[in-house]
């Protein structure tokens, strides 16, 4: 028994990896596997440039697969030792010629076996015809481990493409995330090298399981194509050699469990806000040209030619806000972005409003009531204020385009077109002036 075990493991370091039969041709690679020369050349066909070796997955030159001499004889000689131990046909406990085969315990008996209490009442076949069964059992496990194996190839190849996909896209990421950050470098320098080594941590995460992964996968798929094999060879030997060993056969057959597919998502989210990371995309993607409207401005503002500046000396009237603006354009149906240069000081507010349903007038923007949306006042200078306008979301928010913070988000449910607006009011003696940027 102990030389038939190491018998058996001599065939088995003398079987290729990649077709499971014993090797033709061997060569190594660099990282010291061995596979038949054709088989590691197919395996390899249409690849560049990176050569993975099929059972660590390092990576090998291609011209680099050294020829081994010595490891073929061996090969040989094994493969003579396994066909003179097939030949013997007794009873190793009693020395008799087995002539019959236990379908209960999976087992060949000679004719002393026959009468032991072991097999008693066991169903007992002769060997012919306990061979023409199990060789229809094996061929049907034969079917199953087939479509299994190709399962496991597909979804080992599919693995190694992610792997090998996976560094230039996490590559590609962290060049776009440094480009964003020299941009804001004086504001996020400390997140920016927390952010590149969680980056880092989770690509390295990501990468290891997959490659432990890829080799539960093939060393999964090494499996059943050493059972197939085994089946194979099986099934094409004399009945008793068939019947000799089926029970590990089966055995092995039963447990098997297909391992566990690591699957992943590679988010592209971002560790800042919204408003630090997307808001230059957000501005270049909705940006919106605006315009005043000096037709339906408050007498004391004074609109420049071009109607992008509007202008405030002095007091304004008694009454706060009531130096009003709003612009030609009307938005309605999509996402929009507009920005605006503050100079000066004094009260201000923006925001949208819509028209009156009875009546195409403007309506106070400090009742909400009167079908006002939303106002932002600020008594102290803020030099560049964004607002982003998202209708079919209800939202509006505005933006501190000098420090790259969000003011505040409104929210509501906009039935018409919003027109943006402004309110200006001096500290005198001063002056106040918006500008669309």
């Known amino acids: 028994m102990a030389c038939a075990a190491s018998l058996a493991e001599l065939q088995a370091q003398a079987t290729c990896p990649i077709c499971l039969a014993y090797l033709s041709d061997p060569v190594t690679t660099e990282c010291g596997h061995n596979f038949c020369h054709s088989c590691i050349l197919q395996c390899w066909e249409g690849l560049q440039d990176t050569f993975p070796c ?70 007992l076949m002769p060997i012919s015809e306990a061979a023409a069964a199990q060789k229809e059992k094996l061929n049907d496990c034969k079917k199953h481990l087939k479509r299994q194996a190709r399962d496991a190839k597909t979804e080992y190849q599919r693995q190694i493409s992610k792997s090998i996909q996976l560094i230039p896209k996490i590559q590609k990421w962290k060049e776009e995330l440094q480009s964003e950050f020299r941009h804001f470098q004086h504001f996020m ?29 093939l060393e999964h798929l090494t499996m059943l194509k050493s059972l197939l094999s085994e089946m194979k060879e099986k099934t094409l030997q004399a009945d008793v050699d068939l019947l000799r060993g089926v029970r590990s056969l089966q055995e092995r057959y039963t447990a098997i469990h297909p391992p566990r597919v690591f699957s992943y998502e590679l988010m592209e989210n971002n560790p800042f806000p919204p408003h630090y990371f997307g808001l230059e995309k957000m501005m270049s993607t909705f940006r919106v040209d605006l315009t005043f409207n000096p037709q339906f401005s408050h ?61 195409d007038l403007m309506v106070p923007c400090f009742k909400r009531e009167s079908h006002n949306i939303t106002q932002h006042t600020q008594s102290s200078l803020v030099d560049r204020v964004g607002a982003f306008l998202d209708y079919e979301l209800g939202e509006l928010s505005f933006y501190d385009l000098k420090c790259r913070s969000c003011l505040h988000v409104f929210n509501s449910k906009f039935t018409g077109a919003l027109v943006p607006f402004f309110s200006m009011r001096c500290i005198s003696p001063s002056f106040l002036s918006i500008s669309f940027d």
């Open 54 to 123: 099929p059972t660590c997955l390092h990576y090998c030159p291609n011209d680099v697969l050294h020829s081994n001499t010595q490891l073929s004889h061996l090969v040989d000689i094994v493969m003579r030792l396994a066909g003179s131990e097939s030949k013997r046909q007794l009873c190793e406990q009693h020395g008799e010629v087995l002539s019959l085969f236990c379908d209960d315990d999976l087992q060949l008996l000679c004719a002393q076996c026959r009468v032991s209490s072991d097999h008693h009442q066991h169903h």
């Open 189 to 217: 320098s400390s997140q920016c090298s927390v952010s590149i080594s969680r980056l880092y941590y989770d690509e390295k995460t990501i990468e290891t399981q997959l490659l432990a992964n890829t080799s539960e996968i």
């Open 299 to 359: 007498p004391v503002l004074k609109v420049s030619q071009d109607r992008k500046t509007v202008t405030l000396v002095g007091q304004s009237a008694p009454s706060p806000f009531s130096a009003m603006i709003h612009t030609q354009e009307r938005l309605q149906n999509g996402r929009f972005f507009w920005q605006v240069e503050v100079k000066g000081t004094g009260h201000w507010s923006m925001g949208v409003f819509q028209k009156s349903a009875s009546k």
